[in-house]
């Protein structure tokens, strides 16, 4: 089945610093997206990236399909960036989504 | 604008009592819905999906079953408890061709399910 790995599994940084979180996919995936949890579980989607780079706010993403990976890099983090960073992939149009095991950003004033 | 709403907020049931969680949407019209359930400290996994009224696809097995009644709401039932049923149980709604598009993905406030 589709598998999704993310790193680091945490990450802890200081107000100010720029984070980089890593997903790589097992198979050669249609369709990439990448999700925050706040702490206290709410779930939002983020940057849709299939292919090559994508950007909203501070927000960078970065997907080489052929290498089956993707990144996510957060610019100038701030402490309400702090929370659990989800990538997950599915298969174009088949509706079943499998999601990476996430990255816990804490970000330290 | 669109609203999801799930229902209830939280719940503690006991091992082998039912169980029925309740999502709706408003503002949009035939909606593809999913369900995710979250363990504890863990990653997302989806349970069900359904592109239309009626029409019901299972992902995972973990003895529970979903349906849609309507167009706008979206139930997550079982007759029986188990205790690995606890978690955090996300619905969700989104357009366009497969759960993941350029079309975001919408979820609700989510449910939170302690079952001893």
């Known amino acids: 089945g589709q598998q999704v790995q993310q790193s680091p599994a945490s990450l802890v940084l200081q107000e100010g610093e720029n984070a980089e979180l890593q997903c790589n996919f097992s198979?050669?995936?249609?369709?990439l997206q990448w999700f925050y949890q706040r702490p206290g579980g709410s779930l939002v989607s983020l940057l849709y990236n299939p292919s090559g780079t994508k950007h909203t706010g501070r927000l960078t993403s970065t997907t080489v399909t052929k290498e089956r990976r993707s990144s996510l890099h957060i610019s100038s983090s701030q402490i309400t960036d702090s929370g659990t960073y989800f990538c997950a992939m599915e298969r174009r149009g088949n509706e079943k989504i499998t999601f990476g095991a996430g990255t816990k950003l804490t970000i330290k004033p | 604008a669109q609203t999801i709403h799930q229902w209830p907020v939280a719940e503690i049931k006991a091992v082998g009592s039912p169980l029925s969680l309740g999502c709706t949407i408003k503002g949009k019209s035939s909606p593809n819905l999913y369900w995710y359930w979250q363990a504890t400290g863990g990653t997302l996994q989806q349970l069900f999906y359904?592109?239309?009224?009626?029409?019901v696809e299972s992902v995972v097995q973990l003895n529970l079953s979903a349906s849609r009644p309507k167009d706008d709401q979206f139930i997550l039932s079982t007759e029986k408890l188990l205790l690995s049923h606890s978690g955090f149980y996300l619905c969700a709604w989104s357009l366009g061709l497969g759960a993941i598009n350029q079309d975001t993905q919408y979820f609700g406030p989510g449910t939170r399910l302690l079952v001893l």
């Open positions: 198979s050669t995936a249609t369709q």
């Open positions: 359904s592109i239309t009224v009626g029409q």
